[in-house]
């Protein structure tokens, strides 16, 4: 079982409507979730944190966490094309494990089309 | 403010080289994690310095190696390279523990 599991897609929404992208991980005692947006040649840029359980937005996003359930969700709300490329969903390992590593989900792709 | 810098972008070496990849965090943050990126095997972190100290290592063998300067720049130093290297070497930095990483621009290495 991998620590972070994500749909690898490609999830295909048309233009407006909202994209849903989950992720589960194994580790019930990671405490820090994180949501990365990568383009096709470019570094991960981080679009969404959540640390407890419920609902954080910011902007059209809005990323969901279910500690019980070790699942966490990104919503992107009006889609565009520009919102397409590969999200990853990261999880930092307990400390128990040592400092600041992120465990990476294999990221699912969304392609957004007018 | 500015963002994590790395250097160099692009580089190509040949098998048995050894490579030494650059990291400027973002001001004021003291931690810098290196994670490998490659098609087959996704995002896999290498290690992490806080205060010039390693606190965190992944699985990956001896001839990784980094180290953290007193300014919080990084350095990662591959030896003795093997085709299965070639990967985009990513740079993160954060405030401390837990906190939100964000990365570099990465150095795409490529072994021949």
């Known amino acids: 079982q991998k620590e972070v599991e994500q749909n690898s897609g490609p999830l295909s929404v048309p233009e407006g409507a909202i994209a849903s992208l989950n992720c589960t991980y194994s580790?019930?005692?990671?405490?820090?979730f994180f949501w990365y947006r990568q383009y096709s040649g470019k570094s991960p840029e981080l679009i969404m944190f959540i640390y407890s359980n419920g609902d954080k937005e910011d902007g059209r996003f809005t990323a969901q966490l279910n500690k019980a359930s070790q699942y966490v969700s990104l919503l992107i709300r009006d889609s565009q094309p520009s919102d397409s490329a590969t999200y990853l969903c990261a999880v930092i390992a307990p400390r128990t494990r040592g400092y600041n590593k992120l465990i990476f989900g294999a990221g699912t792709r969304l392609a957004v089309h007018p | 403010k500015a963002g994590v810098t790395q250097t160099p972008r692009y580089l190509i070496k040949t098998r048995g080289q050894q490579v030494t990849l650059s990291c400027s965090p973002i001001s004021g943050h003291r931690s810098v994690s290196w994670y490998q990126q490659t098609p087959g095997q996704g995002l896999q972190f290498l290690f992490e310095y806080f205060s010039e100290t390693q606190r965190n290592k992944g699985n990956f063998p001896g001839r990784f190696s980094g180290r953290q300067f007193s300014n919080s720049r990084s350095e990662m130093n591959v030896s003795t390279l093997e085709l299965g290297d070639s990967a985009l070497y990513l740079c993160?930095?954060?405030?401390?523990?837990?906190?939100?990483?964000?990365f570099g621009p990465g150095t795409r290495l490529t072994v021949l």
């Open positions: 993160a930095s954060s405030l401390g523990q837990d906190n939100e990483q964000f």
């Open positions: 580790d019930r005692g990671s405490q820090s």
